[in-house]
């Protein structure tokens, strides 16, 4: 049984990102549960350094998942935001212990299907030119680094194109591009153009917030890009 | 102008000139290259060194007073005198002193943060003392009337063009664009310098408590001119810089090159064990060290803030940081830039005018995946911005919006409700907004998730 995490941005935004993480993990055989509280899980306030706004909805959040066996989230940022962060934030705190369970069985999406041997279950086709945009919170705080490739890579007529090195920011920074949107709008097009100098023509990435910011500054700056969460694409290539 | 007003204006400028954009990546990349190459070559496991290295910076935190007094000691008894600067004012005083009584008119100085953080040029001016920059990027950017860009490499946002334009108006020199004649030029301005200077001053890339020793690293041999060459040596260093053995630089001394320029070692590497001893033929006759605290003894006692004494310098944050390489070391408007001058810059300052440091950042982590002793530097970001709201800094609309926030968060009916009443407001005002800010808003759903699920639950 696997309970769906939908982030906030996903329920409000991206609501077919969800669906379609839903639909991959219906294909690959998984009983999925969606509870139907589920809101966000605090991490807008607690970059913000608004720690208690923060405690409150992640209170709600643990009420909801403190049952669950897995979670499944189509987010690294957020992912990482229940493993990482809530110890910190319910340090001193009776919830201490459930929080630091609760990390044990939360996962992003492409660390699930590696983790559970998916990949091979892969049969689906896309044609172009993608490369990858790897969340940071999933690189650098869940140290997922090749999982998401390997999925892209087992889908046929996909060209794998990568920029060398680790991931760069993408800008978005939740709060952070709202408040320093020059700077956060100057990161992507930085970002957007190590793909586009090597001819990529789709850019998929595991993290909703890094889409929805990319996204954006491509239709702005007319940018001739496809942008895709890793779900749709391998919705659309195992034509879920 | 406040900092922070100050500091959006610069950013906005920055993140607009494409053409400074492409000149930072192009320095970082360079150096990124080297980089990446000398972590293999020279490290069997670069993570297990900056493992290792961070092992040692909190064995010096843990016996922080001790080292220091062990230093002093040691390097006193070899005819040093040790000065202890409780800020910034202390440290101008001592200074200003060892000048008088030493009846100094002119001081050639190396490239030392320390020496920006007391605004040692500011003082020289104010005080009729000449100061001339041994270093060659120090020394471009003194010539321009500008700070340092970076913290290891001042002049990194000048081309060869700029520099040979600059050398020609202020120093009378033909005008090039060759890197090696640009040196030439420099060097010919300074050597005179050298020798008839008054005191020569100088930072410390470590301190060592155990032999009482200070160590210099540079690449142009500026540092030890300035040292060696007048009869008074200045040493001005921060109390956070020691190591407790000789031997233990052997790994921070090609750390620090690595990560600093992406050097094996540096070009030269010295160590001074106070002033000219009897019977030798060089060396300063007289070395004082000012041992400068500035704010660092308090971020000592905070528990969460006390890792960030383990910063050696080096600069890899900086050059690693995407928001440095849009916005540019000036904008910042500090001695140190970038994401460790974004941790130490409020702390040190005050929240008051520089929290928004903490807040310029994206929290991508780039800087704490490449710091050599292993400093988690964006979290200590985050403990700033925690800080900054918990002294009432973050501001009423923020306050009041985040509150509104995690009420309507805390409960499904009210997210629902405010859905419902943002897609309306969404709809409404669309209309009203320029064509390019619609581009930046992405299109709302009329259904949430939650909504859509209802449908998709009875196909599976």
Known sequence: MVSLFIPCLVDQIYPEIGIDMAKCLDYFGYQIVY?????????????????????????????????????????????????????????DHSLLDTVQELGTKVFEFSEFLISENLVQKIQGSYSGKVGFHNSCHSQRELGIDLEPQKILQKIDDLELIQPQGESVCCGFGGL???????????????????????????????????????????IARHYELKLLHLTELLAQALKL | MSEFTRFINQSRLFSRDEEHRLKILKAISTYDDKVDQMKISQFRDWQQARGYASKIKQYVLDHLPTLLEEFEEKISARGAEVLWARDKKEAQKYFLDIAKRHQAKRVVKSKSMTTEEIEFNELCEDNDIDVIESDLGELIVQLAGEKPYHIVTPAMHKSKAEIGHLF???????????????????????????????????????????????????????????????????????????????????????????????????????????????????????????????????????????DILCCIRCGACLNACPVYRTIGGHTYHTPYQGPVGSVITPQFRGMNHWSHLSFASSLCAACSSVCPVHIDIHQLLLENRWEAHQEGKTGFSWNTGLKIWSWVMSSRGRLNTMSTLGHIVYRWFLPFLSRSKRKRIPKIPKRSFEKLWNDYEQQI
């Not at chain 1, 930085?190 to 996204?215: A, K, Y």
Request: aromatic fraction near 8%; proline fraction near 5%; charge should be negative.
């Open chain 2, 168 to 306: 020609q108006e202020s120093l009378g020199a033909p005008e090039t664009d060759d890197a090696e004649e640009l040196t030439m030029i420099a060097r010919e301005h300074l050597r005179k310098t050298y020798v008839t200077s008054d005191i020569g001053v100088t930072g410390a890339n470590f301190i060592v408590a155990h032999e009482g020793a200070l160590v210099m690293t540079e690449n142009e041999g500026n540092g030890r001119l300035t040292m060696s060459c007048p009869p008074v040596h200045i040493a001005i260093v921060g109390i956070e810089k020691v190591l407790p053995r000789l031997s233990d630089l052997s790994l921070f001394l090609p750390l620090l090159a690595t990560s600093g320029t992406g050097q094996q070692v540096t070009g030269y590497n010295s160590i001074i064990k106070g002033p000219r001893q009897e019977g030798e033929l060089d060396g300063p006759e007289k070395m004082y060290i000012i041992l400068l605290d500035n704010g660092r003894s308090e971020l000592y006692t905070k528990h969460e803030f006390r």
């Open chain 1, 176 to 218: 952070f591009s709202f408040k320093f949107d020059e700077i956060s709008a100057a990161m992507a097009r930085t970002r957007l153009e190590m793909f586009t100098s090597l001819g990529v023509d789709t850019i998929v990435t595991n993290d909703p917030g890094c889409l929805m910011h990319m996204r954006q500054e491509s």
């Open chain 1, 35 to 91: 509870d139907r509280q589920q809101t966000c899980c605090g991490q807008p306030a607690f970059n913000a350094g608004h720690r208690d706004e923060a405690r409150k909805v992640a209170t709600k959040f643990i009420d909801v998942f403190k049952s669950s066996d897995v979670i499944v989230c189509p987010s690294g940022s957020c992912t990482a935001m229940v493993k990482n962060y809530y110890p910190l934030l319910f340090s």
